[in-house]
T-cell receptor, first 112, second 110 residues
Framework: DTEVTQTPKHLVMGMTNKKSLKCEQH?????MYWYKQKAKKPPELMFV???????INESVPSRFSPECPNSSLLNLHLHALQPEDSALYLC???????????FGPGTRLTVT | GNSVTQMEGPVTLSEEAFLTINCTYT??????LFWYVQYPGEGLQLLLK?????DKGSNKGFEATYRKETTSFHLEKGSVQVSDSAVYFC?????????FGKGTMLLVSP
């Protein structure tokens, strides 16, 4: 089973809202990733967790706050977002950091 | 630093035509190379991979060979189907992250 699940599938939020994106994998992978993808562009790496510890933060604004409660779960907490943050947010996992990554279907976020 | 260059799209083909999408890379050492496919409205799916020079990755009729001498990893398929219409991303593995090309859109008409 190479499935990564993400919820919700779609999210519309105002600039003052607080919301969270959730990602789950049950493949025993020890690395998990958040990406942001704008239309017609490749994914941009935001965060990498390895063994449940944040190992890479690609200078992402503090209005995005990642959390890895356990080895299967990855959350992305959103607060005070801007309209330009509207994008597809993709989660991925890999057996270990640096191995091939398996992506979830993404959450389509619209900030109004 | 690492970089991946893909041919510009869209690539427009008729069903059963032969497909080539070019990908070249710049990297130190010999990175692992990947092709990912993204269907409309979906996430990325790992299509195939190669981990060392002369390796051939293959899946669902698609193939790509890791060419060290030309630093290339071109994607090929002998006979495309309408269902192959998607965006294809070439990527290389750095120390702990992926470097993606800009993506190539493939449109296949009946």
């Amino acid at each position: 089973d190479t499935e990564v699940t993400q919820t919700p599938k779609h999210l519309v939020m105002g600039m003052t809202n607080k919301k969270s994106l959730k990602c789950e994998q049950h493949m025993g992978h020890r690395a998990m990733y958040w990406y942001k993808q704008k239309a017609k562009k490749p994914p941009e790496l935001m965060f990498v967790y390895s063994y449940e510890k944040l190992s890479i933060n690609e200078s992402v604004p503090s209005r995005f706050s990642p959390e890895c409660p356990n080895s299967s779960l990855l959350n992305l907490h959103l607060h005070a977002l801007q309209p330009e943050d509207s994008a597809l947010y993709l989660c991925a996992s890999s057996p270990f950091s640096g191995y091939e990554q398996y992506f979830g279907p993404g959450t389509r976020l619209t900030v109004t | 630093g690492n970089s991946v260059t893909q041919m510009e799209g869209p690539v427009t083909l008729s069903e059963e035509a032969f497909l080539t999408i070019n990908c070249t890379y710049t990297a130190t050492g010999y990175p692992s190379l990947f092709w990912y496919v993204q269907y409309p409205g979906e996430g990325l799916q790992l299509l195939l991979k190669a981990t060392k020079a002369d390796d051939k990755g293959s899946n669902k009729g698609f193939e790509a060979t890791y060419r060290k001498e030309t630093t290339s990893f071109h994607l090929e398929k002998g006979s495309v189907q309408v269902s192959d219409s998607a965006v294809y991303f070439c990527a290389l593995r750095g120390y702990s992250t992926l470097t993606f090309g800009k993506g190539t859109m493939l449109l296949v008409s009946p």
